[in-house]
């Protein structure tokens, strides 16, 4: 069965880093696309980072790019979302999603995703 599982998140301050996980199983993340999306409270999920496992393409939402950072550790089958300098706006669940993609191309709508881990909450404090 595939399985995602993200953990990390947490309260911290404006400016301050935080660093999410996201432990995956049953499938091989070269052959996927990999992303991160949020919602925040009243707003719809966004995809913020995405990742296309097979050639390490990577889409970076505006509101994160030069922030974030997205990264795979293909033999612990693990994904990483750095997040760095974090904003009030960033407050969240994140969320971390996987489905089938063996092409060179970034997927980033999250109605292209087939499965979902549970979601970790960051809350960024002003």
């Known amino acids: 069965d595939v399985q995602l599982q993200a953990s990390g998140g947490g309260l911290v301050q404006a400016g301050g880093s935080l660093r999410l996980s996201c432990a995956t199983s049953?499938?091989?993340?070269?052959?996927?696309?990999i992303g991160w999306f949020r919602q925040a409270p009243g707003k719809d999920r966004e995809g913020i980072v995405c990742?296309?496992?097979?050639?390490?393409?990577?889409f970076y939402a505006d509101s994160v790019k030069g922030r974030f950072t997205m990264s795979t550790d293909n033999a612990k089958n693990t994904v990483y979302l750095q997040m760095n300098s974090l904003k009030s706006e960033d407050t969240a669940v994140y969320y971390c999603?996987?489905?089938?993609?063996?092409?060179?191309?970034?997927?980033?709508?999250?109605?292209?995703?087939?499965?979902w881990g549970q979601g970790t909450l960051v809350t960024v404090s002003s």
């Open positions: 990742m296309s496992g097979s050639d390490g393409s990577t």
């Open positions: 999603g996987s489905t089938y993609n063996s092409g060179n191309y970034v997927i980033c709508r999250g109605s292209k995703y087939d499965h």
């Open positions: 049953g499938f091989r993340l070269e052959d996927s696309a």
